[in-house]
């Protein structure tokens, strides 16, 4: 049931990249002067929208990962953390944080957020529950072993019955075709594994909660 709410989470993912149905199958990739840089842990997170954007964006981007607590505490130091939270995507000369504006900055940037506020305002309804979606995904790995399943069992009620019913049937087949997006699922790209136990205690080890 893990392997199975992570897997589809992903495709979810897709769903903030495409903004809609404005992606098609022969999008030019994206310029940009510099490469992005961005700063999370070696898993998917909060992060993973953020390179499901890139990718269809077509943009190469740069990664360092958080393996200690100085490095994080750095950040903090530097004061390129506004609010003390990670993910950080250096970009254009500024050091963005907060998932939801991240997303929305690339995604008005190499146009994927839609050609008027109509547009805009469905594409952020299905950013937000699909973050929501996401929200309960990413916390699961970091509950007592003897709650993982409930929770499990609980979010993949949530999912069936609330959020899977909101996307278009045979979405992730097609968006797993777009030319970008099906090199960014292949082996060797800079796509996550789903989080293990190693990954949940490094990230509750820096951030020490």
């Given at each position: 049931?893990?392997?199975?709410?992570?897997?589809?989470?992903?495709?979810?993912?897709?769903?903030?990249?495409?903004?809609?149905?404005?992606?098609?199958?022969?999008?030019?990739?994206?310029?940009?002067?510099?490469?992005?840089?961005?700063?999370?842990?070696?898993?998917?997170?909060?992060?993973?929208?953020?390179?499901?954007?890139?990718?269809?964006?077509?943009?190469?981007?740069?990664?360092?990962?958080?393996?200690?607590?100085?490095?994080?505490?750095?950040?903090?130091?530097?004061?390129?953390?506004?609010?003390?939270?990670?993910?950080?995507?250096?970009?254009?000369?500024?050091?963005?944080?907060?998932?939801?504006?991240?997303?929305?900055?690339?995604?008005?940037?190499?146009?994927?957020?839609?050609?008027?506020?109509?547009?805009?305002?469905?594409?952020?309804?299905?950013?937000?529950?699909?973050?929501?979606?996401?929200?309960?995904?990413?916390?699961?790995?970091?509950?007592?072993?003897?709650?993982?399943?409930?929770?499990?069992?609980?979010?993949?009620?949530?999912?069936?019955?609330?959020?899977?019913?909101?996307?278009?049937?045979?979405?992730?087949?097609?968006?797993?075709?777009?030319?970008?997006?099906?090199?960014?699922?292949?082996?060797?790209?800079?796509?996550?594994?789903?989080?293990?136990?190693?990954?949940?205690?490094?990230?509750?080890?820096?951030?020490q909660f």
């Amino acid at each position: 049931m893990l392997s199975a709410s992570w897997d589809f989470s992903c495709s979810l993912e897709a769903h903030i990249v495409v903004c809609g149905e404005r992606v098609k199958e022969n999008s030019e990739p994206g310029i940009m002067a510099a490469k992005p840089k961005l700063y999370y842990f070696d898993g998917r997170g909060r992060m993973e929208s953020i390179r499901w954007l890139l990718a269809a964006a077509g943009v190469e981007f740069e990664e360092e990962f958080l393996e200690t607590r100085e490095q994080y505490e750095k950040l903090q130091r530097d004061g390129r953390l506004l609010f003390g939270q990670v993910p950080l995507v250096e970009v254009d000369g500024m050091m963005l944080t907060q998932t939801r504006a991240i997303l929305s900055y690339l995604a008005a940037k190499f146009n994927f957020y839609g050609k008027d506020l109509k547009e805009r305002v469905r594409i952020d309804m299905y950013v937000d529950g699909t973050l929501d979606l996401m929200t309960m995904i990413m916390l699961a790995p970091f509950q007592r072993p003897e709650k993982k399943q409930e929770t499990l069992a609980s979010i993949l009620q949530k999912a069936k019955t609330r959020y899977f019913p909101v996307f278009e049937k045979a979405f992730k087949t097609r968006i797993s075709n777009i030319p970008t997006i099906k090199k960014f699922l292949q082996p060797g790209s800079q796509r996550k594994p789903p989080p293990d136990t190693h990954y949940a205690n490094l990230v509750s080890n820096i951030l020490q909660f």
